[in-house]
T-cell receptor, first 115, second 110 residues
Framework: DGGITQSPKYLFRKEGQNVTLSCEQNLNHDAMYWYRQDPGQGLRLIYYSQIVNDFQKGDIAEGYSVSREKKESFPLTVTSAQKNPTAFYLC??????????????FGNGTRLTVT | SQQGEEDPQALSIQEGENATMNCSYKTSINNLQWYRQNSGRGLVHLILIRSNEREKHSGRLRVTLDTSKKSSSLLITASRAADTASYFCATENSGYALNFGKGTSLLVTP
């Protein structure tokens, strides 16, 4: 079955450490996205990529970095510069870079806890 | 930026009743989408309604869109316990990513 795989499901890190969250899709989608979800805050866009080797900052990109070297993969690195990294991180993809006619498909998230 | 705003924040009903959630947004849109999220899971797409559509149905779901009032509603008829989840509206205007609201938490009790 096609889908989006995020790993790991739970991740624990010490403050000051960088951590990379994995996101892989086998849907052959061009566009991929990273959202952050905090309680009562809804989803906020971190980065998105419409095509391989290209990505754009979202609303809350500070302290995060991404790469898009392969169509199937869009890893997110949470750096030590991110002041409040503890959150639920959701990766998504869509057929094309415009969501006009293409809904998002989401992974099941990675819950990151930084202490 | 979050554009959609769902109302109410929380809703509790009994099985068999209808559930109505509303979404208001601020700027013109190309489409509006509704998603469901079960606790601790990713979001699942429910329905997409374009700006030139007024109503859309999918199974027990009915979505309306009023662009003059910048609002949408999601109706779930004959609710089941399995409908317990958070529901989000998301809008797309001229960008390439969706803007999500904060969601409505729906509890359906047997």
């Amino acid at each position: 079955d096609g889908g989006i795989t995020q790993s790991p499901k739970y991740l624990f890190r010490k403050e000051g450490q960088n951590v990379t969250l994995s996101c892989e899709q086998n849907l052959n989608h061009d566009a991929m996205y990273w959202y952050r979800q905090d309680p009562g805050q809804g989803l906020r866009l971190i980065y998105y990529s419409q095509i391989v080797n290209d990505f754009q900052k979202g609303d809350i990109a500070e302290g995060y970095s991404v790469s898009r070297e392969k169509k199937e993969s869009f890893p997110l690195t949470v750096t030590s510069a991110q002041k409040n990294p503890t959150a639920f991180y959701l990766c998504a993809s869509s057929i094309s870079g415009s969501s006009y006619n293409s809904p998002l498909h989401f992974g099941n998230g990675t819950r990151l806890t930084v202490t | 930026s979050q554009q959609g705003e769902e109302d109410p924040q929380a809703l509790s009903i009994q099985e068999g009743e209808n559930a109505t959630m509303n979404c208001s947004y601020k700027t013109s849109i190309n489409n509006l989408q509704w998603y469901r999220q079960n606790s601790g899971r990713g979001l699942v797409h429910l329905i997409l309604i374009r700006s030139n559509e007024r109503e859309k149905h999918s199974g027990r779901l009915r979505v309306t869109l009023d662009t003059s009032k910048k609002s949408s509603s999601l109706l779930i008829t004959a609710s089941r316990a399995a409908d317990t989840a958070s529901y989000f509206c998301a809008t797309e205007n001229s960008g390439y990513a969706l803007n999500f609201g904060k969601g409505t938490s729906l509890l359906v009790t047997p």
